[in-house]
């Protein structure tokens, strides 16, 4: 057996006059310098990692650094490459999202697909994507991973692509992210999906169901209608409340009338709401409040642009660390209890926790409040970059206004799950106490303090 070097290699280094132990030596540290530099890469503490993201997404840095994580072994740090690239180059970052949703690894696919989406929302205007975008997230309706089909759900909802639209209702994806994309696209002829989950067996999609039948104005389709009737007085009060406030887009009759009207004492706030809505509208009368819309998209003024960084230097390793952060808010209604989520939005969680120390939200108030919608309050946050993520808006989740591409000018918390929110707006947080006063929140509410908990 040779050794490390062949004789004739041995020759060839003495004669420049490395002796052959030296160079067995250069060789071993050569290998084990190696070996050390891949072990960094692979064992860095997660959070030094996460800090590194921060930095250039607060700073809109797209640099070697942040283009080499696309190329790593390991699959989540890929994935949240993908992620901080969709924020900071937008369109531009296009080609590099195609190649994303054609990883090996799912959690990459659903990241790359998450922030195509974001990227290319109809919404927010511009061109229509690429068409190789389009085909990249059609193709993952088809994926067999789950989470990967559910991310180019909502991203293709998000783009308006109505071709998908039997695509995405053949898909392994959620009912209600379906749903919700369904009612993104205005995709009316859904109706005989709609009409598939109106008597499921399951509450959550019957609520999807009956949210899309009132979105996409199908009450009024006789076989929708005698299927929504039941649902009126369903055992669930979140299907309940979709159900009237779709019924309220329909003819009236006596049999529909008398159990709209059988709500008007219901013990939960959303569903007396949402009756005597629906009977002010089929009696053809001005309701004293819109219904309340799928999103928080209120009209404001217009606020400055985005400045700079929120935080600088070993802010954001400290930033990337931080967890379980609780504030309080007091009220006149008394005190609700919120927990930042520094995982899905640490930017964010950081300046509204930077904001609330400063009393930034000292004697401010809820200026606009949808029942079976959200409550919004707080006024003249400054703008910053949107750190949209998937986690789901659901009743007691804290979300960011939106204006544009940013979001700042005041924040929302939810009193229902608003699935046309998922991924447009902001959620950083949750309320983790004061559930039971949150639906007698009406506008003009005074919010006096918002401080860490103790």
Not at 219 to 237: H, S, V, Y
Not at 378 to 399: D, T, V
Not at 403 to 410: D, F, K, P, T
Request: hydrophobic residues 45%; charged residues 25%; contains cysteine.
């Amino acid at each position: 057996m040779s050794g490390w070097l062949d004789s004739d290699g041995a020759a060839r280094e003495a004669s420049a006059g490395w002796p052959r132990s030296a160079v067995r030596i250069l060789t071993a540290c050569m290998l084990l310098l190696g070996a050390a530099a891949g072990w960094l890469v692979l064992t860095r503490p997660v959070h030094r990692i996460e800090g590194d993201f921060l930095q250039r997404e607060d700073r809109a840095v797209a640099d070697a650094w942040l283009l080499e994580q696309l190329q790593q072994p390991v699959a989540e740090t890929r994935a949240r490459a993908y992620l901080a690239l969709g924020r900071i180059q937008g369109r531009s970052s296009a080609g590099l999202l195609v190649r994303g949703m054609a990883d090996p690894a799912p959690s990459v696919r659903a990241a790359a697909a998450f922030a195509a989406g974001n990227v290319f929302d109809a919404r927010l205007g511009g061109g229509p994507p690429e068409q190789a975008v389009t085909e990249a997230l059609t193709t993952l309706l088809a994926d067999d991973e789950r989470l990967a089909v559910t991310r180019a759900v909502g991203a293709l909802g998000k783009m308006q692509g109505l071709a998908a639209a039997p695509g995405i209702m053949r898909s392994a994806a959620p009912v209600a992210t379906s749903m919700a994309a369904l009612m993104r696209m205005e995709a009316r002829d859904a109706k005989d999906f709609v009409l598939e989950y109106l008597d499921s067996d399951d509450q959550d999609s019957r609520w999807a169901a009956a949210l899309a039948a009132s979105y996409l104005r199908l009450a009024g389709n006789p076989p929708i209608r005698a299927r929504l009737l039941p649902l009126l007085t369903d055992e669930n009060e979140f299907v309940r409340a979709a159900a009237l406030r779709a019924s309220a887009r329909t003819d009236p009759d006596d049999q529909l009338v008398e159990l709209i009207r059988a709500n008007l004492e219901h013990p939960d706030a959303k569903v007396r709401f949402e009756a005597a809505n629906s009977l002010g509208q089929l009696a053809g009368e001005a309701a004293g409040s819109e219904p309340p819309a799928a999103e928080p998209a209120l009209k404001q003024a217009a606020l400055e642009t985005v400045r700079g960084p929120l935080l600088e230097g070993a802010d954001y390793q400290r930033v990337a660390k931080t967890i379980g952060v609780r504030l309080r808010m007091s009220t006149s209604l008394g005190d609700f209890d919120i927990e930042l989520d520094y995982d899905q939005a640490p930017l964010t969680s950081e300046h509204f926790r930077r904001l609330a120390q400063q009393g930034a939200f000292d004697g401010a108030s809820f200026f606009a409040v949808r029942p079976n919608g959200y409550a919004a309050a707080g006024s003249g946050m400054r703008l910053i970059q949107s750190e949209l993520n998937p986690k789901p808006f659901l009743r007691g989740s804290l979300g960011l206004l939106r204006q544009g591409g940013a979001s700042g000018g005041g924040f929302f918390l939810c009193t229902t799950a608003l699935p046309l929110a998922d991924g447009r707006y902001v959620n950083f947080g949750r309320l983790v106490s004061g559930d039971r006063r949150l639906d007698s929140i009406a506008a003009g509410a005074a919010v006096r303090s918002i401080r860490e908990a103790p």
